[in-house]
């Protein structure tokens, strides 16, 4: 249809506004958003589209083979700590942060007389992950270090709040969390970085070993530390924020970016006592300078109470997680949009190779799961900000049932979230590489990159395995399924046009099953429950999802579009429909049919969905 998008007319998915070819985008911010949320959002998010399709994409390219050297001594053997990097990446860095990718979600941003919500910063970090994953990492944990703060500082760390969500580049500060150490990993109650009181400098002092430290020179890091006579595990960790300089030699505030672009390197003296042993050498995501950290005595401030940090971790988390699931989508959102280009311009055999059905098939199927990474994830982002803006606004009364059932729908979604959306990216990423041929293997064309980068993805902020098992502490700490069952029934009851019976009904049966699942689940032993952990996490997800896209289908039909009902169709068909045969004997034709609607983006008629569509000669 005419509404479509004909993805022949570019040469590859750069040098184009992600904003303006991401229509799934657009539609899940025009649901989660206030009216005026998006009328104040939707220029910016065109106009920072632009800059991530042109600027930052090519900065990205030549930063992936150019990345950020350390040189932890300086000519004299002295500690300096000092991370090289390029000029394209502070371009990169720049742009964003000025753009507000932070900044806006925390404070009142230009036009405005509140901040957006968290789902803001979250879809600018998506569009942003188009370009470069790598460089989302150190925007994530601004915003997750601002989070902490704005929920547990007393005021005492205002300088560095200020610097977090800093509009201006030379005031800014980013941040990082130095989480994982070589004997703990995951099981970070095995943490072993103490923290000393330094009587006669009154100040907090660190001592110890970080492992995997991303954002190596962060200006404002957080890292959990034990404290004296601290109970063992979980427990007794404290929360605390490192500078990258020496606080008493910084002169009037933190440390920014103006210091380090105005003064160049730090004098030995005025590096905080810690040492940057090395930087990984990683598969990807380059842009973010990831190594070993030595604490040697860093001053630090206690953020907040004692023995309180695990507490705040899971908060940064929340935020954490969510950043790497928008990645996973910006991720799969680019391969899909390099597939769609390559197909519609690569030909073999006298045809471009999209006119083929195994090609439209995959087409097809790409876009399908990127819809159902970005209802999934931008609802989740939907119930995170509605829980914080409910925390930060007067109205906001403990005990509240609304908001706590918020919360524990959100503990539930957002690690499945992480889970599900990482190992998508790296299917997706794979295959797109496989479109492409042997050009997509090559370092040259960026589908190498975006493989490289999903890698991580299932890696970072806890494994597969790790956040299943969160999802049962989920259900069995603060009965999460209560608001998970609450929200699938309201959304199928909004379901009444006939082009959905059949969907709506088999996603009702696998609701029905699974609240019987978890019933099971909930009286077996524990060896059991965590055996079938990963199945559930997965089941939750697509029975989730299944009710999402089908209410986002009944509103656009009432609308006049029946695009997402064939979406909606296709997604509850692959993933809680088992066909006889493998569907082989089915005769079933649809992604011929609907190869104009759900790949190019073409709207459709309510009235022809219960007729077969049409396939393209």
């Given amino acids: 249809m005419s509404d479509g998008i004909d993805h022949g007319q570019f040469a590859e998915g750069r040098h184009v506004n992600y904003w303006k070819l991401d229509r799934a985008l657009e539609r899940e911010l025009r649901r989660i958003y206030t009216d005026d949320e998006f009328e104040w959002a939707e220029s910016r998010l065109s106009e920072f589209g632009e800059i991530v399709g042109h600027t930052i994409a090519d900065n990205a390219d030549y930063i992936d083979d150019h990345g950020p050297e350390l040189e932890p001594y300086d000519k004299h053997g002295e500690v300096q700590n000092r991370v090289r990097y390029p000029a394209e990446q502070l ?33 600018m970090q998506y569009l942003l992950c188009y370009a470069d994953p790598g460089f989302d990492c150190p925007v994530a944990m601004t915003a997750g270090a601002a989070l902490v703060l704005e929920k547990f500082d007393d005021g005492d760390l ?34 072993e970085t103490r923290a000393e009181w330094d009587q006669d400098e009154e100040c907090w002092r660190l001592y110890g070993e970080k492992w995997f430290c ?37 002169g009037d505030g933190p440390y920014t970016k103006g210091d380090r672009l105005e003064d160049g390197p730090l004098a030995p003296d005025e590096v905080n006592d810690q040492l940057y042993r090395r930087l990984k050498d990683k598969l990807g995501t380059i842009a973010v300078p990831t190594g070993e950290v030595e604490f040697t005595g860093a001053k ?57 059905p195994l090609m439209r098939a995959d087409l097809v199927d790409m876009a399908v799961d990127h819809e159902a990474a970005m209802a999934y994830t931008f609802e989740a982002a939907r119930l995170l900000s509605e829980r914080e803006r409910a925390e930060r606004g007067a109205d906001s009364a403990e005990g509240d049932t609304d908001a706590e059932d918020t919360y524990r729908l959100m503990r539930l979604l957002v690690p499945i979230a992480k889970a599900r959306t990482a190992r998508m990216a790296v299917d997706t990423a794979s295959y797109g590489m496989e479109i492409h041929g042997g050009n997509g293997y090559v370092n040259d064309f960026v589908t190498n990159r975006l493989l490289r980068d999903a890698q991580v993805l299932p890696i970072w902020e806890g494994t597969e395995n790790i956040l299943s098992l969160d999802v049962l502490r989920a259900l069995e700490r603060e009965d999460a399924h209560e608001p998970l069952f609450e929200a699938i029934e309201d959304r199928l009851e909004t379901v009444s046009h006939p082009a959905l019976a059949d969907a709506a009904e088999t996603v009702e049966a696998e609701y029905h099953d699974l609240a019987g699942a978890l019933a099971m ?23 989730f999802t299944g009710a999402l896209l089908l209410k986002e289908a009944q509103t656009k039909l009432d609308d006049g579009n029946g695009r997402m009902a064939l979406v909606a169709r296709r997604f509850v068909a692959t993933e809680l429909e088992t066909p006889d045969a493998r569907g082989i004997a089915s005769g079933d034709r649809f992604a011929l049919e609907a190869f104009e609607p759900i790949v190019r983006g073409a709207s459709v008629d309510p009235e022809t969905l219960s007729e077969p569509m049409a396939a393209d000669d």
């Fill in 91 to 123: 371009e990169n860095e720049r742009l964003a942060y000025e753009m507000g990718i932070v900044s806006d979600s925390f404070e009142a941003p230009p036009g405005r007389e509140e901040p957006m919500p968290l789902s803001h910063n979250l879809a």
């Fill in 521 to 543: 689940l909930a009286g077996a032993d524990g060896e059991y429950a965590q055996l079938s952990a990963k199945r559930l996490a997965h089941y939750v997800f697509d029975v």
């Fill in 214 to 250: 991303s954002n190596i020179d962060a200006e404002g890091t957080l890292a959990l530390a034990r404290t004296e006579d601290a109970p063992e595990g979980t427990q007794g960790l404290s929360m605390f924020l490192v500078p990258h300089a020496d606080p008493d030699e910084a």
């Fill in 300 to 356: 630090a401030h206690l953020v907040g109470e004692e023995e309180n940090g695990f507490k705040q971790m899971t908060e940064m988390l929340n935020v954490e997680r969510l950043s790497n699931a928008a990645a996973s989508c910006g991720i799969i959102g680019r391969v899909l949009l390099e597939s769609k280009i390559y197909a519609a311009n690569r030909e073999a055999f006298g045809e471009t190779i999209d006119q083929y």
């Fill in 158 to 191: 205002a300088g560095y709040y200020e610097g977090l969500t800093s509009r201006t580049y030379a005031d800014l500060l980013e941040g990082a969390m130095f989480l994982t150490e070589k004997q703990g990993g995951s099981d970070v109650g095995a943490n």
